[in-house]
Nanobody, 118 residues
Framework: QVQLVESGGGLVQPGGSLRLSCAAS????????MGWYRQAPGKQRELVAA???????NYADSVKDRFTISRDNAKNTVYLQMNRLKPEDTAVYYC????????????WGQGTQVTVSS
């Protein structure tokens, strides 16, 4: 069973940056795709970004040019660098991994809260 643990969430002002981390209990080089989803209150969970085993990436239109997903296979960690944050980015962010791209969904983390507010 793959366990994913997110960290790095918090409160940030509009225009600020945060970097989320997702540590896996197994080698991520064996996981076909990793991704980040988010869910805001009253809204459905949506894919934010995904990265495939060959480092191909996919982003939601709302975060393109602001967010960057990356993976460090040596550390078994996936990152989401979030820049120029907006209040509408406020949500619980979930790390996921699995066999499908661009929406991996076999393994899930517990989520980390990101709040963008002044």
């Amino acid at each position: 069973q793959v366990q994913l643990v997110e960290s790095g969430g918090g409160l940030v002002q509009p225009g600020g940056s945060l970097r989320l981390s997702c540590a896996a209990s197994t080698s991520i080089s064996s996981i076909y795709a990793m991704g980040w989803y988010r869910q805001a209150p009253g809204k459905q969970r949506e894919l934010v970004a995904a990265i495939r085993i060959d480092s191909s990436t996919n982003y939601a239109d709302s975060v393109k040019d602001r967010f960057t997903i990356s993976r460090d296979n040596a550390k078994n960690t996936v990152y989401l660098q979030m820049n120029r944050l907006k209040p509408e980015d406020t949500a619980v962010y979930y790390c996921a991994g699995g066999y499908y791209y661009p929406k991996p969904a076999n393994y899930w983390g517990q989520g980390t809260q990101v709040t963008v507010s002044s």
